[in-house]
C-alpha cells in the first residue's frame, strides 16, 4: 500500500512540475501588452481604449475595435490585419473610415494587428449583425512561421495550462518555415467567408508590386499563391473583386509606409476604388 502511495504522490509531483515549466517556459501568445488575450481569437483590441499603435493615437470603441460602433442602416465589415486596422495612420485616415464616411453604410473596421484570415473570419461573428463583407487579409496569412513567433493562431485559443502551452509551443516548433496559412487553406476561408453573404475581395498590396518588370517574374510574385486564392474565389462566387496591386504605380511608393502597409494617401486610394466596386453593386439599394 505504502508503495502505491509512495508512487501516486511522485506521479502528482510530477504533473505538477511539467504544469509549472508549461506556464513558465512559455508565454500566452499575444504579441505584446496592447493587446488582450482572446480564447477564441488569440487577442484582441482592448474595447474603449486609446494607446499608441505605431506612432499614432489608436482609439477603440467599446466592442474592442477601431472606429465607430455599428450603426442600424445597412452594414459591412471590413476584415483583415494591420493594414486594414490601420497601421500608422490616424482613426479617420484607414480606407474603412473613409468608406463609412463615404457610403450610406456603416461600415465596420474589423482589423486586427496580427490576424490571419481564419481569425478575421472568426471576428464577424462578435457582431450581431453583418450585411457584407470586405476582406483586405492575407499579408499575415503569408508571412513564414519563425522560432518564438507567437502570433500564430492555433485553433482553440491560447492555452491556459502549462500542459496546454507545451503541446501549443510543440505544434508550433513543427510549423517553423512554413506559411502562417497555407494557399490551400487560405482559400478554404475565403470559400467560408463568401458563404456568409455578399462579400468584396480586395487583392492587397505590397511595395514589391512597385518594382519594374525585368523577366518573366511578375510584381508581387511572393504573394501570387495566396493572390490567386483569392481570385479564384471571386470567380467562383460570383464576387467583385478589386485588383489594387494593379493600380499601386499609378498611386506611387508613397501610398505605402512599409513593405505592406498603406500610408494615408494608399488608404485613400484603397478607399475610392472600393467605392466604386460597392456603388457598381445592388448593396446599398
Known amino acids: 500500500m ?4 509512495g508512487a501516486g504522490i511522485v506521479f502528482i509531483v510530477a504533473i505538477a512540475a511539467v504544469e509549472v515549466f508549461g506556464r513558465v517556459a512559455y508565454e500566452t501568445p499575444v504579441p505584446t501588452r496592447t493587446f488582450q488575450s482572446d480564447a477564441e481569437l488569440g487577442w484582441v483590441l482592448p474595447p474603449s481604449s486609446t494607446f499608441d499603435f505605431a506612432g499614432v493615437p489608436v482609439t477603440t470603441n467599446a466592442l474592442g475595435w477601431r472606429g465607430p460602433l455599428p450603426g442600424e442602416g445597412f452594414r459591412i465589415a471590413v476584415i483583415g490585419d494591420s493594414s486594414t486596422f490601420g497601421h500608422g495612420v490616424a482613426d479617420d485616415a484607414s480606407f474603412a473610415a ?3 464616411a463615404r457610403l450610406d453604410a456603416s461600415v465596420l473596421n474589423l482589423g486586427v494587428p496580427g490576424y490571419t484570415c481564419a481569425q478575421a473570419a472568426a471576428s464577424l461573428d462578435r457582431v450581431d449583425r453583418v450585411d457584407a ?3 483586405y487579409a ?7 512561421v ?14 491556459t495550462s502549462g500542459w496546454g502551452r507545451i503541446v501549443q509551443a510543440r505544434a508550433l516548433s ?5 506559411p502562417r496559412t497555407s494557399p490551400e487553406d487560405y482559400t478554404a476561408c475565403l470559400s467560408g467567408i463568401a458563404a456568409r453573404g455578399p462579400t468584396l475581395f480586395a487583392v492587397p498590396i505590397a511595395t514589391s508590386d512597385l518594382e519594374l518588370v525585368t523577366s518573366e517574374r511578375q510584381p508581387g510574385a511572393d504573394l501570387e499563391p495566396w493572390r490567386d486564392a483569392m481570385r479564384a474565389i471571386a470567380a467562383e462566387t460570383g464576387s467583385p473583386l478589386v485588383e489594387l496591386p494593379r493600380l499601386v504605380r499609378r498611386w506611387g511608393p508613397e501610398s505605402l509606409l512599409d513593405t505592406v502597409h498603406p500610408s494615408a494617401s494608399g ?14 453593386t445592388d448593396w446599398l439599394e
Open 146 to 159: 519563425e522560432g518564438g513567433d507567437q502570433m500564430v493562431w492555433v485553433e482553440g485559443g491560447p492555452a
Open 2 to 5: 505504502r508503495r502505491w502511495i
Open 267 to 280: 488608404h485613400a486610394h484603397i478607399a475610392d476604388e472600393l467605392a466604386t466596386a460597392i456603388e457598381s
Open 138 to 144: 492575407m499579408h499575415s496569412d503569408m508571412f513564414v
Open 98 to 100: 473613409l468608406l463609412d
Open 174 to 178: 513543427s510549423r517553423i518555415g512554413q
Open 133 to 135: 463583407v470586405i476582406v
